[in-house]
Nanobody, 121 residues
Framework: QVQLVESGGGSVQAGGSLRLSCAAS????????MAWFRQAPGKEREFVAG????????YYADSVKGRFTISRDNAKNTVYLQMNSLKPDDTAVYYC??????????????WGQGTQVTVSS
């Protein structure tokens, strides 16, 4: 099973940027799609962005299209989420997940512990 550790969260003002990283352990990382989800207080966890095993295709939630970019470096076993033009509604705990090409939470078995992102107005 792949172990995942997120980093890069923090506090930023609206309009600012953050870059999240997710480091994976295990030699099978490059075989899997990767995704980012987020969970705001009092809300269910929701899909944010995904990337296939090769990095050749990405997919996003409508709420982040044009502002967030997911990428991966299989040589470093790391996936990234570049977040630009951040809004207060982006405030959440962000999780990375490893699994199939999917946007459904139930399809992913490997999860990181999460990193907090707080956007102030």
């Amino acid at each position: 099973q792949v172990q995942l550790v997120e980093s890069g969260g923090g506090s930023v003002q609206a309009g600012g940027s953050l870059r999240l990283s997710c480091a994976a352990s295990g030699r099978t990382f490059s075989r899997y799609a990767m995704a980012w989800f987020r969970q705001a207080p009092g809300k269910e966890r929701e899909f944010v962005a995904g990337i296939i095993w090769s990095g050749g295709s990405t997919y996003y939630a409508d709420s982040v299209k044009g502002r967030f970019t997911i990428s991966r470096d299989n040589a470093k076993n790391t996936v990234y989420l570049q977040m630009n033009s951040l809004k207060p509604d982006d405030t959440a705990v962000y999780y990375c997940a490893c699994g199939p090409v999917s946007s459904r939470e139930r399809d992913f078995r490997s999860w990181g512990q999460g990193t907090q992102v707080t956007v102030s107005s």
